[in-house]
């Protein structure tokens, strides 16, 4: 897949853009001219809410809607269409970072966060310009920049905001994925830690499992360091792993079989458990 870093349009993505682009899609709309009046925004704005639906995997790129779209977001029956739920939110970094269809996300936390405990804009800058090098791929410095900016604004509360809404803009503020660390400023270094994340809740853990695996064996440490794992994309240790493992595997004893064999860890996922299964059961707690 060819890397991509831009379309965003320099948006972070706002809490309310991602229903209020599958309504549009839902209502027959289309992102093009006509949307500027029908979505009451900018130009730009209607490429941004088409990009991040796209990117969190909520539309295909034929903007057909995904079922996990219709899921969370339809209004009458969605789980979780104003998502004031912390676990969707966990949910929706998953799908971010794995549909790959914006490329920082996937690089940073299955690649990048492995080789530094903590960077600044210009280590990341370098490691990007390394992977389009790498793929022979042509880029632009300003364009990986300004998409530095918006991947860190969408996980972080701005250091000297302007307004109450600022604070709110990144949607996934409030993972607490990455930390700020080391001089304001310029020199700001951040960080990005394999710990456990108490509001992370193991049924989710176990729904984004299933969304990559269904009826198969998988080791322990495919789950924490594998690419597009569980453990790389929520940043987990192995104690927190372990300690979802234990929940979801007594939930569902018929379904679940964790396994330690002569130092070989396996979870064993059988026949009838499926994602919305597993997330019906979250959203009903």
């Known amino acids: 897949m060819a890397l991509s870093f831009s379309g965003h349009e320099t948006f972070t993505c706002r809490n309310y853009w991602l229903k209020k682009g599958l309504d549009h899609v839902w209502s027959g709309g289309s992102f093009n001219n006509l949307a500027i009046k029908e979505l009451g925004v900018g130009k730009n704005m209607v490429r941004a809410i088409h990009f991040w639906s796209r990117a969190f995997g909520l539309l295909e790129s034929s903007d057909q809607y995904t079922k996990i779209a219709k899921y969370i977001f339809k209004t009458r029956d969605g789980k979780d269409p104003y998502l004031e ?20 996300y996937h690089l940073v936390f299955n690649f990048f966060r492995k080789t530094r405990l903590e960077f600044d804009k210009e280590q990341l800058l370098s490691y990007l310009e390394s992977q389009c090098q790498l793929n022979q791929q042509k880029y632009s410095v300003n364009s990986l920049k300004k998409d530095i900016s918006v991947f860190l604004r969408n ?12 604070d709110f803009m990144g949607i996934l503020h409030e993972l607490e994925l990455i930390d700020r660390v080391g001089k304001a400023g310029y020199n700001l270094t951040y960080r990005i830690d394999s710990k456990e994340r108490k509001t992370l809740p193991a049924k989710i853990v176990l729904a984004c499992i299933l969304l990559r695996h269904e009826n198969t064996t998988i080791t322990f440490n495919e789950l924490l360091t594998s690419v597009n794992s ?32 002569a130092g070989v860890q396996v979870l064993q996922v059988k026949e ?13 707690k």
């Open 230 to 261: 569980v453990g790389s994309v929520f940043s987990v240790n192995s104690k927190y792993l372990m300690d979802c493992i234990d929940q979801f595997c007594a939930a569902y004893p018929n379904n679940l079989v964790y396994k330690d064999d």
């Open 155 to 166: 996980y972080q509360v701005p250091e000297k905001s302007k307004s109450i809404e600022s």
């Open 272 to 284: 009838g458990l499926d994602l919305f299964t597993v997330l019906n059961d979250y959203y009903g």
């Open 85 to 104: 739920d912390v676990g969707t939110i966990w949910l929706l970094h998953f799908m971010l970072v794995t549909s790959e269809v914006a490329s920082i």
